[in-house]
Nanobody
């Protein structure tokens, strides 16, 4: 069983930054691509960013491109999401997820394990 635990959420003013972390249990972390998703109040969960197994390839939603950076440290079983220039519309619960075997993907059904989420609130 794989466990994913997010941390680093909080309240920040517009224009500020936060770094989210997602720590994974198990010894196969480096074998899987990882992704970040978010869900705002009253909205469906949406894709934010994904990173391949080695960290050499990434993909972003248009809404966060140029502001967010996904990275990973396989030796620490951890994936990160650096969020800069935050906007009120970035307010959401952020989830990390483990991708099923294969390349990068944006669909929720492509991911098999999910964390419990961490709240990010951006005030205007």
């Amino acid at each position: 069983q794989v466990q994913l635990v997010e941390s680093g959420g909080g309240l920040v003013q517009a224009g500020g930054s936060l770094r989210l972390s997602c720590a994974a249990s198990g010894r196969t972390f480096s074998s899987y691509a990882m992704g970040w998703f978010r869900q705002a109040p009253g909205k469906e969960r949406e894709f934010v960013a994904a990173i391949n197994r080695s960290g050499g390839s990434t993909y972003y939603a248009d809404s966060v491109k140029g502001r967010f950076t996904i990275s990973r440290v396989n030796a620490k079983n951890t994936v990160y999401l650096q969020m800069n220039s935050l906007k009120p519309e970035d307010t959401a619960i952020y989830y990390c997820a483990r991708k099923l075997l294969g390349g990068l993907a944006t669909g929720e059904h492509e991911y098999d394990y999910w964390g419990q989420g961490t709240q990010v609130t951006v005030s205007s």
